[in-house]
């Protein structure tokens, strides 16, 4: 679906550099070592005593001692214990270049991982400035943020190659993750611990705005939904409060309170809709409407029964809320 950058070689925040400098130190390393060990057996191989059918093989060398091939294994022993202190050490400095990423003045998200979407709660000291939103972070440039990971059902996996490392939602175990991004950009995430059928359809965007485009964003973000502008997005809202859509999903402003599924308030503004399963035009939002199951089968929404100008009616509505 939507692209994005989703690459460990190609690093958007410190954190993310370090990894990549850690393995650009690993590969090399172990890519040497590794050839040296295949060189020594053929070589190995090569010298061995031969034999044929009529002939024993000549092992009289066995019994002789070799100075050479013991100062061979010595040096090898000594090299490799260097190459192993040396990858320990460099694995302890980016442990630590990770965790010296300063917080001050942190942007804090509260994620939770569901069967197979995400939620994003933004925090805020002043109640009435907390939003929710899904599958979609708008993160400041610049500025540290401090993810609270969540498990609403089973284990999930956080990762976002171009900015940090994996961290685990694990259910009734919150544990925190930080991160800055130090580009614009759109950054995708997947979740990266299998966690059943659609677990390859739980994307996440991490987008990365300028200071100014985040507060215009975080400030749309923040209004409750907008009221439909024609008589057919009218009717939609109403149609949505009586389907069954309103017992899953949630409108702030309207009596759609639903907590078991994707924030809708400000779907229009999303890139795509199941968690990177489709881009989020006009065309595939109707279908998703009707039958989801068609893209994700197993998915927590059930494929709807409804008149076509009923779909095209929610389907208007649900593209006002910008
Ligand atoms: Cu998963």
Not at 40 to 46: D, H, K, S, T, Y
Not at 177 to 200: K, L, N, W
Request: charged share 15%; net charge neutral.
């Amino acid at each position: 679906m939507t692209g994005g950058l989703h690459d460990v070689e190609a690093p958007a925040g410190a954190q993310a550099q370090a990894i990549a400098q850690l393995w650009h130190v690993l590969l090399p390393v172990c890519t040497i070592v590794f050839v040296a060990v295949l060189v020594a057996v053929f070589v190995a191989l090569r010298r061995a005593p031969r034999a044929t059918r009529e002939t024993a093989p000549d092992v009289s060398s066995l019994s002789q001692p070799e100075p050479a091939l013991a100062r061979a294994v010595w040096a090898g022993v000594i090299v490799c214990a260097v190459l192993l202190l040396g990858l320990l050490a460099a694995s302890v400095f980016t442990d630590r270049a990770l965790a010296r990423l300063p917080l001050e003045d942190a942007l804090h998200i509260r994620l939770t991982g569901y069967q197979w979407w995400w939620e994003a709660q933004y925090d805020d000291p002043a109640p009435s400035r907390i939003f929710t939103t899904a599958n979609e972070l708008h993160v400041p440039v610049g500025r540290p943020v401090i993810v609270t990971l969540v498990g609403a059902d089973v284990i999930h996996s956080f990762w976002v190659p171009s900015l940090h490392g994996k961290k685990d939602l694990i259910p009734g175990r919150p544990q925190t993750i930080s991160f800055r991004a130090d580009r614009p950009g759109v950054y995708r995430g997947t979740c990266a611990e299998y966690c059943g059928y659609q677990h390859a359809h739980m994307v996440l965007y991490v987008i990365a705005d300028t200071p100014n485009d985040f507060a215009y964003w975080a400030a749309r973000q923040r209004a409750p939904a907008a009221k439909p502008a024609s008589a057919l997005a009218q009717q939609g809202a109403e149609l949505f409060l009586q389907k069954s859509c309103a017992m899953c999903h949630a409108i702030d402003g309207t009596g759609a309170q639903g907590r078991n599924a994707p924030n809708l308030t400000h779907v229009a503004s999303r890139m795509t809709i199941g968690a990177g399963t489709l881009a989020n035009s006009v065309t595939n939002r109707a279908a998703w409407i009707l039958d989801p199951q068609q893209f994700k089968p197993g998915a927590n929404m059930p494929s709807q029964n409804m008149a076509p100008d009923e779909l095209a009616a929610i389907n208007a509505y649900l593209g006002t809320l910008q």
